[in-house]
C-alpha cells in the first residue's frame, strides 16, 4: 500500500538534524578518548566503568541543582505506576554500557574511523526497523526507498572501509563484531531513552536513568570478572582521559531530546555524519594505531555521507502492510 508519512515542521527537522550532526562529533572523541584510557589501563571493561561513572556522578550533581531534571524523575515515577511507561524502557543504559564497552575494548586496534563505521552498520539497520515498529517517541515511521537506498549504500561503505580497517587489524579484525553490535544497540538506546526524556519533559532526566541503569551493569560485570585478573592497575595522569563521561551526558541527552523531532533513523544517520567527519580527523591528528588512515577509509566514509543524504530525502513512503 501507498502511505504519505505525516512529518514535523521543516524547522525542528532542520534544528534536530543540525543538532545530531554536531553531537556526532563529540561521540567520535568520547570513542578515542575510552580507547586511549582502555589501553592505559589494560583493561577495557574498567574503561568503560570510569567512563559512565564520571556521566553518572556529574548527572548526580546535577540533580541537585536542577528543578527540573527533579520534577522529571517524579514523573516518570508517576508513569511507570500509573502503567504509562513500560519498566523497560528505564533499560536504555544497557545497550549504552554495550556501545561504551566496544569502545573502550576495539578503538585502539581498529581506529576510531573504522570503529566508527561499524557502529554505523548496526545502528542505520537497527533504526530502520526501530523506526518501523514505533519504539521511538516520534511513533511508527514507514520504511520508504529513500531510506532502503541510504540503508544499502551505507552497507557498501561499510564494506569499503572496513577494507583498510582489516588490513590494518590483521589477525585481530573479527574485533569488528563489537562495534557493529554496539551500534545495534545503540538505536534501540536511542528510542526508549527517547520515551523516558518526553514522559519527564527533560532530556537529562532520560541521561541519568541511562547511566544510573549503564553503570550498575558495568560495575556488577567489573566485580564478577575481578578473580579472572591479577594484575595491579596503574591509573593513567592525564586528567583528559577521564573526561569520556561527561562527553556521554552531553550526547544522550541530546539524542532523548532531539529523537522525538527526527525519529531515530535520521537522528542516527546525522549524528553518524558527524562521527565520520571527526573520526577521520582525529585518526589524522591523533592516531588510535600505527597502521595510520587507509584510502579505503576515506572512501567508504565519503560514501556513507553519500547514504545519510540519500536516506534524508523527503519521499513518500512505501509503507509494508499491517
Known sequence: MIATVSRGGTRPKALGVAVAFVAGFAIAIQARINGQLAVDLGDSLLAALISFGGGLT???LLL???DGMRSGVARVRDALGAGRLRHWYLLGGVGGAGMIFSQSSTV??????TFTVGVVTGQTVSGLFVDRVGLGPAGKRPISVTRLLGVGLMLVAVLVTTWGGIA????????????????????????????????ADNPLTAALVNFSVGTAVLGVSWLATAPLRDDVVEFPANPLLYVGGLVGVGFIATAALVVRWIGVLLLGLASIAGQLLASIALDVVLPAHAGGLAASTIAGATLALVAIGVASLPMRAVALRE
Do not use: C, Y
Not at 171 to 197: E, K
Open 58 to 60: 556529574v548527572l548526580l
Open 108 to 113: 585502539g586496534i581498529l581506529g576510531v574511523a
Open 168 to 199: 590494518i587489524a590483521g589477525s585481530r579484525a573479527w574485533l569488528l563484531v563489537f562495534p557493529i553490535i554496539g551500534g545495534l544497540a545503540v538505536a534501540v538506546q536511542q528510542a526508549i531513552n527517547g520515551r523516558v526524556g518526553a514522559v
Open 64 to 66: 541537585l541543582l536542577s
